[in-house]
């Protein structure tokens, strides 16, 4: 697969966006996720120096696209190191171990990228870049102005972020978009139980197992039906729900509870970390003077130099 990077004016299609002032979307980008689907989907290319860029360079133009089509308020996450706050809380949660060198190395390189595109970047190290997008999302839905946040990944713990119609998910990559509704129908829970889901049928990406026989379909419908884990009645008798096994699930709840509860931790995604002020700031200016040369470093054979907006 090829990818050309053209670096060119805004397309006539953007432009009359922003001087008619049309619906304002914020786009709000999974770095890591689009940093690691781009190395695995793109032949290998190296800079000058030998070091890998095929990832980076497939991400930049990805976003240069989302651009050219009118986006313009614009922002990435990305995990500048892999371990969090919540490898302190869980001992088996997900680490940088087993990434490829080559992967890893681009991360700072892709935050460097975008800031000279021009991009609000949001390079985190206690957090996630889960818990960015979880943030910036929070701000950007309480802003009036906002028509829409789109979160730009398929992960499903960012289901628990979505509202209604106005905070979504966007699958870039098969374009699909999923509403509240959307949640419900893949999950079989609302938005605001997809921590407590996670908690019990447990998140192997993310390193916790989950409660043993608690499987997608028993877990959907208790919390269908209870919405959380300590609203769950003790007693299966009481549950009044269709489940294989009720007995067995019960008696594994009651037992492993506090585990329960610690996984849904690690599962919520924090929206209190103070990112920006005002959606504004997330508004695309235009490419810095130092993206050319980086565009350059990207793909040898550009001819145009980024636009200034």
């Not at 809380?89 to 460097?112: C, H, I, M, N």
């Not at 595109?117 to 943030?135: H, I, K, Q, R, T």
């Not at 409660?211 to 209870?226: P, Q």
């Not at 849904?264 to 993206?291: H, K, M, N």
Request: charge should be negative; proline fraction near 4%; include cysteine.
């Amino acid at each position: 697969m090829q990818v050309k990077i053209a670096f060119g004016r805004l397309s006539a299609t953007a432009m009359l966006q922003k001087l008619r002032g049309a619906n304002l979307e914020v786009h709000l980008i999974d770095g890591t996720y689009e940093l690691f689907r781009h190395y695995h989907a793109l032949p290998s290319m190296r800079d000058s120096e030998g070091h890998e860029v095929a990832a980076v360079r497939g991400v930049i133009a990805s976003i240069l696209g989302m651009i050219e089509k009118g986006a313009t308020h614009i922002a990435v996450a990305t995990d500048h190191v892999i371990e969090s706050f919540r490898n302190k809380l869980w001992a088996g949660y997900k680490t940088g171990e087993g990434v490829e060198p080559d992967l890893l190395a681009q991360f700072s390189l892709l935050e460097e990228a975008l800031t000279a595109l021009g991009v609000v970047v949001w390079p985190m190290v206690e957090f996630e870049a889960d818990d960015a997008l979880a943030a910036a999302a929070f701000t950007s839905e309480k802003d009036p102005a906002v028509d829409r946040v789109l979160i730009c990944t398929p992960d499903k713990d960012l289901s628990q972020c979505v509202r209604g119609t106005r905070v979504v998910q966007l699958d870039r990559r098969k374009n699909i978009i999923r509403d509240e509704a959307g949640v419900i129908a893949k999950f079989g829970v609302g938005p605001l139980s997809i921590p407590d889901y996670l908690a019990l049928v447990g998140d192997a990406a993310d390193g916790y197992p989950g409660l043993a026989g608690w499987g997608a379909k028993s877990t959907s419908r208790v919390l269908a039906r209870y919405l959380h884990i300590e609203l769950i009645p003790e007693s299966w008798r009481d549950w009044g729900v269709d489940v294989v096994n009720p007995f067995a699930l019960s008696e594994t709840l009651h037992r492993e509870r506090k585990h329960a509860l610690l996984f849904r931790d690690l599962a919520t995604l924090r929206t209190d970390i103070p990112l920006f002020e005002s959606v504004e700031e997330l508004r695309w200016q235009g490419a810095t003077a130092a993206f050319p040369p980086l565009a350059a470093r990207l793909d040898a054979s550009l001819g145009r130099k980024a636009s200034r907006g």
